[in-house]
Structure formats: structure tokens, C-alpha cells
């Protein structure tokens, strides 16, 4: 069973422009959520994806914004990057059977702006 | 407004000791509680979880408490290892099954062995 990756690992990008990260979830899982961990901080929701469709929005702005795939896949998409968008993005997979609540987290994405 | 606060950023234990590790929250909608581990590069692992309407999970070494009426759940390790050492998050969600976690800010777990 393969688990969730996230790429790319690191990226330095600069500011004004634009990112597109990407999650692969564990097989059988249809729900991903996204979470931007800044440095000191503790994860914090951006969104959740239920089968190709916005289940959920935490307290992020519109240039955040995301797809998920047939497949489960996911995009997160930062546009106009700003200087505080420079954080660790973790990407989580739930929902196949029998694995209920438990989100299981993929190692992050390093983004930061110049 | 940090709903859920953990208020101690690390902690040294002797291997073999108890670890305790604190956690406190505001909002009165959460119901479920979950404890994450995390080592460097790598992702939040899931350890262990209770509903509100336990006051007490157990998993092993691991030993989760709630109080409702403070607010305030804890995370009991005993005997502590040195793979425990990590960055412990406690995290909460209004509903088993609702992903969407509020994460506290994290505790450092030391074990010196």
C-alpha cells in the first residue's frame, strides 16, 4: 500500500508569483485536505477536497485554491505569493474503509518566498 | 485566536520516566481529540485519539485523558523511549470522522537516555 507523497519537496519561489503543489493520497482514500505549517506553528486547514469537490475552507484567502482528481489526486495552488506564505504545506488522505477519522500525512512541501 | 494551546514548547524526560504532555482548548463544539507525532522530514503520524464521551483511551504506552469541563486533555507515555523524542500536536475536530483538525502550536519531547 503505497502512502501519501507530496511533491515537489522543497521550492523557493518569489514574491508575486504563482505555485502549484501536488498530493498523491493513499490508495483507497477519497478525501485530502491541506494544511500550511508555519515555522513554530502547528498545522493550520486550508481545505478539504470529497471526491473532486470543496468539502470545507478554513480561514485562508480565494488566491488559495485547489483541485482534486478522479483518481483522488490533489493540487494546492498559491497565486500572488506573499513573503508569509513561506511554510511547510502537508497534504492528508482519509476515508477508505475501515480507517475512519485517521488523516494520514504526507511529508510536506518547503515553500519560500523571496 | 489559538483554539487549542499547547502551552509547554518542550519537555525533557528521563528515559524509562512518564511523559506527560498538556493540552488545552476553547471552543465548546470540539468533540473529538486527536495526539499526532512528528520527526523531522517527515509527515504527522497519527497516535492515538478519544471521544468526548470517554474520559480516558488507552493504546499501549500511550494513554490519552479528557476533561471536559476544563477543557484540558492530556497524553500519558510511560515508560518513555528515546524514539519518542518528536514534536507531539494535539489536534481537535467538532464531529468523529470531521478531518478538518485545529492543531496546537506543539510540544518538543526530549527523552535522555
Redesign the interface.
Known sequence: ETG?TQSPTHLIKTRGQQVTLRCSSQSGHN?V?W?QQAL??????IF?YYREEEN?R?NFPPRFSGLQFPNYSSELNVNALELDDSALY?C?S??GQGV?????????TRLLVL | DQQ?K?NSPSLSVQEGRISILNCDYTNSMFD?F?W?KKYP??????LI?ISSIKDKNEDGRFTVFLNKSAKHLSLHIVPSQPGDSAVY?C?A?PN???????????TRLTIIP
Open positions: 501519501v478525501t485536505s494544511y513554530g506553528q502547528g498545522p493550520q486547514f478539504q470545507g478554513g502537508l492528508a482519509s476515508g475512519g477519522e485517521t488523516q494520514y500525512f504526507g511529508p510536506g | 487549542v499547547q473529538y486527536l499526532y522530514a517527515e509527515g504527522p503520524t497519527f485519539s500536536f489536534a475536530s468523529f470522522g470531521n478531518e478538518k483538525l485545529t492543531f496546537g502550536t506543539g
